[in-house]
């Protein structure tokens, strides 16, 4: 979810590390549901502690599903701007809130890209879908959405439970704990080319108020932060990338992290596919008591998940709410 004011580009920052060795760790699925399951936690909770992200194969999501949602988003984008913006919200977004459906940067400034438009839906509970918002060109658009959301719905929960068991907490804890009504968002990132050559964000360092971020970038461009440094997340094709949100870093009492990242433009026209799984907005987020320990004392504030994304929203920066309990 994307920060929407200029800020600075930290010139130290400005070019990708590669001289470590280290990459955001890729992390093969297979087997996590039978006999490779405890390698694949043990694979989740370090790339977890170290980077916060990392990528996933051999997921379960059908190729062909996931290239039918590629090509309809593609579509859709191609349209003239006065077609895509009949799926747009009908009132501009308030400084609290993100905007919904079709978007700019001139319509709706938070979240929006600076170089580029979106599609965004709440997907999950499904009550809070508004389908006027979803395309009807191309005319396959909503049905694919539809059966991509539900793979991601899938997903995310196979993902919390790794991530669960990672922390030594019954593999059921994080989704009984976000619950069925747990709010699942959608979003279709489209970066214009950039005709730059000194590198131009796209989206600026920023990290996601989710809980779960699970992202699949069609072109180069998306980079972590870790200890100072930038990281691309190397395209590989069907993978997705993985992040964990702020709200995971508050629960865990920050062993796991929340990280920074940003995308950087290239020459060519980029899209990415997103699904972030939230809490609902009543639910109270703070330390889980099993990971707060003398010697691993409370270092976030409880509140909720509402009232955590209003303190974003309305920091110019959209930078992270962390504060201290203490
Ligand atoms: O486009 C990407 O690769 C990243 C997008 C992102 O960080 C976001 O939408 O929160
Ligand atoms: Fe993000």
Not at 29 to 35: A, D, K, R, T, V
Not at 66 to 75: G, L, N, P, S
Not at 133 to 139: M, R, S
Not at 203 to 223: A, E, N, R, V, Y
């Amino acid at each position: 979810m994307a920060p929407a004011l200029p800020q600075e580009m930290d010139p130290a920052l400005k070019t990708p590390n590669s001289a470590s060795g280290l990459e955001v760790p890729v992390i093969d699925l297979q087997g996590s549901h039978g006999e490779r399951r405890g390698v694949v936690v043990e694979q989740i909770r370090k790339a977890c502690i170290e980077w916060g992200a990392f990528q996933i194969v051999n997921h379960g999501v059908s190729a062909a599903l996931t290239e039918r949602m590629r090509r309809v988003a593609r579509e859709f984008f191609a349209l003239p701007v006065e077609e895509k913006w009949k799926f747009s919200a009908s009132i501009p977004t308030t400084t609290v809130d993100l905007f919904y459906g079709y978007g700019t940067k001139e319509f709706g400034t938070k979240g929006a890209l600076d170089r580029g438009d979106q599609l965004r839906h709440k997907t999950n509970p499904l009550s809070m879908r508004v389908y006027d918002q979803w395309p009807t060109n191309p005319a396959s658009y909503r049905e694919t959405e539809e059966e991509y959301v539900a793979e991601q719905d899938k997903l995310n929960k196979h993902l919390l439970e790794l991530i669960s068991e990672s922390l030594g907490l019954s593999p059921s804890y994080l989704n009984d704990f976000f619950g069925e009504e747990y709010e699942q968002t959608f979003l279709v990132n489209h970066y214009f080319p950039s005709p730059e050559s000194t590198p131009t964000e796209g989206i600026q360092k920023h990290s996601d108020f989710s809980s779960l971020t699970i992202l699949m970038q069609m072109g180069p461009g998306l980079q972590f932060l870790k200890d100072g440094e930038w990281f691309p997340v190397e395209p590989i094709s069907d993978a997705y990338a993985v992040n964990l949100g702020d709200q995971i870093e508050i629960l865990t009492n920050g062993l796991y992290k929340s990280p920074e990242h940003r995308v950087i433009l290239t020459s060519e026209e980029r899209f990415s596919i997103a699904a972030f799984s939230c809490p609902p907005d009543e639910k109270l987020i703070g330390p889980i008591a099993e990971l707060v320990s003398e010697s691993k004392p409370i270092r976030y504030k409880s509140r909720t998940f509402a009232g955590y994304r209003t303190e974003v929203m309305t920091n110019p920066y959209m930078a992270k709410a962390l504060t201290t309990d203490a």
